[in-house]
C-alpha cells in the first residue's frame, strides 16, 4: 500500500436485498485530497459514503483507513472521521452551542477544550452570532452548517460529507465550498457528494463517477472530461441521466 494513502477500496461490492448498490469498486484516496463522488440518482454515491464513514459494511472487499481495516477497527477508524450524513442530526430545543457541546462529549473532546472548540468552529461556520439561538429557529442551510461544525469539533484527519450543499441558501452554499478549501489548504482530506457538479469541479483533485454501483471513471476533473469528450462535468452528468 502507498504511505501516501489514507483511504484504500479494493473490490467493494454492496447489496441491499436483490439489488446490487456498489459492484468491485476499487480506488485511493492520499492525503491532502479532495475527492468528489458523482452520479446519477441511485449512482451509489450514498452507500459508498456509508461505508468510509463505517456506517454500513461491504458484502466483499477491502476498505484501509490508516491502515487499519475497518470491519477489524471500526472505533480506532472513527476516531479519525469526521461524517456529514445528508440529514442534519440535531436536537431543535436546544441552542447551537448546546448541540455543539453535547457533540463534544460524544466525540470525547476534553473539557477543558471544548468551550474553545466550539467557538472555533461556530466561528469557521458564520454562527457565533447564532450560538444563544434554538435551532427550532434556524434555516436548512444553519441546521446544514452547525452538523459540520459538530463533525469538525475532535480535529478529524478526515472529513466525509454527503450532499452538504443540498437544498440550502446561497450563503450557506459559499461558506460550505469556502470551508472546503480552508480545510484543503490545512492539509485535511475531504470526500464529498454533491449535486452541485460545478462545485465539485473545481474543489476536487480526483473525482469518482459512478453510475448503477459501477464505478465509470476515475480520476482529475481535466482528465475525466478528455476521455469522455465532454466540456464540463454537468454535461458528462445529464447524458448518464439521459442513458
Same mark, same amino acid.
Given at each position: 500500500m502507498?504511505s501516501?494513502?489514507l483511504?484504500?477500496?479494493?473490490?467493494?461490492?454492496?447489496n441491499?436485498? /436483490?439489488?446490487?448498490?456498489l459492484n468491485?469498486i476499487?480506488f485511493?484516496?492520499?492525503?491532502?485530497?479532495?475527492l468528489?463522488i458523482i452520479g446519477?440518482?441511485?449512482?451509489g454515491?450514498?452507500?459508498?459514503?456509508s &461505508?468510509l464513514?463505517?456506517i454500513?459494511k461491504?458484502?466483499?472487499?477491502?476498505?484501509?483507513?490508516?491502515?487499519?481495516?475497518i470491519?477489524k477497527?471500526?472505533e480506532k477508524v472513527?476516531a479519525s472521521?469526521?461524517y456529514?450524513p445528508?440529514?442534519t442530526?440535531l436536537?431543535p430545543? &436546544?441552542?447551537?452551542y448546546?448541540?455543539?457541546d453535547f457533540w463534544?462529549?460524544?466525540?470525547g473532546v476534553?473539557?477543558?477544550?471544548?468551550?474553545?472548540?466550539?467557538?472555533k468552529?461556530?466561528q469557521?461556520?458564520r454562527?457565533?452570532?447564532?450560538k444563544? %439561538?434554538?435551532? /427550532?429557529t434556524?434555516?436548512?442551510?444553519?441546521?446544514k !452548517?452547525?452538523?459540520?461544525?459538530?463533525s469538525?469539533?475532535?480535529?478529524?484527519?478526515?472529513?466525509?460529507?454527503?450532499e452538504?450543499?443540498a437544498?440550502?441558501?446561497i450563503?450557506s !452554499?459559499?461558506?460550505i465550498?469556502?470551508?472546503?478549501?480552508?480545510?484543503?489548504?490545512?492539509? /485535511?482530506?475531504i470526500?464529498?457528494?454533491? @449535486?452541485?457538479?460545478? %462545485?465539485l469541479e @473545481? &474543489?476536487?483533485?480526483?473525482i469518482?463517477?459512478?453510475r448503477?454501483g459501477? &464505478?465509470l471513471?476515475?480520476?482529475?476533473?481535466?482528465?475525466?472530461?478528455?476521455?469522455?469528450?465532454?466540456?464540463?462535468?454537468?454535461?458528462?452528468?445529464?447524458k448518464?441521466?439521459?442513458?
Amino acid at each position: 500500500m502507498d504511505s501516501n494513502c489514507l483511504i484504500t477500496v479494493r473490490d467493494v461490492s454492496k447489496n441491499y436485498k /436483490r439489488r446490487k448498490a456498489l459492484n468491485n469498486i476499487s480506488f485511493d484516496v492520499k492525503k491532502g485530497e479532495v475527492l468528489g463522488i458523482i452520479g446519477p440518482n441511485g449512482a451509489g454515491k450514498t452507500t459508498m459514503i456509508s &461505508l468510509l464513514a463505517t456506517i454500513n459494511k461491504p458484502e466483499s472487499g477491502k476498505i484501509h483507513i490508516f491502515g487499519e481495516d475497518i470491519l477489524k477497527n471500526p472505533e480506532k477508524v472513527r476516531a479519525s472521521l469526521g461524517y456529514v450524513p445528508q440529514e442534519t442530526a440535531l436536537y431543535p430545543m &436546544l441552542t447551537a452551542y448546546e448541540n455543539l457541546d453535547f457533540w463534544g462529549g460524544i466525540y470525547g473532546v476534553d473539557n477543558k477544550l471544548k468551550k474553545e472548540k466550539i467557538n472555533k468552529v461556530l466561528q469557521l461556520l458564520r454562527l457565533e452570532d447564532r450560538k444563544n %439561538d434554538k435551532v /427550532r429557529t434556524f434555516s436548512g442551510g444553519m441546521k446544514k !452548517r452547525l452538523n459540520i461544525a459538530a463533525s469538525l469539533l475532535h480535529d478529524p484527519d478526515i472529513l466525509i460529507m454527503d450532499e452538504p450543499t443540498a437544498g440550502v441558501d446561497i450563503l450557506s !452554499r459559499a461558506t460550505i465550498t469556502e470551508l472546503v478549501l480552508d480545510l484543503k489548504n490545512s492539509g /485535511r482530506t475531504i470526500i464529498i457528494t454533491s @449535486h452541485h457538479i460545478d %462545485d465539485l469541479e @473545481h &474543489l476536487c483533485d480526483k473525482i469518482l463517477v459512478l453510475r448503477e454501483g459501477s &464505478l465509470l471513471y476515475s480520476g482529475s476533473a481535466a482528465d475525466i472530461l478528455k476521455a469522455t469528450g465532454n466540456d464540463n462535468l454537468e454535461q458528462l452528468m445529464l447524458k448518464l441521466e439521459e442513458a
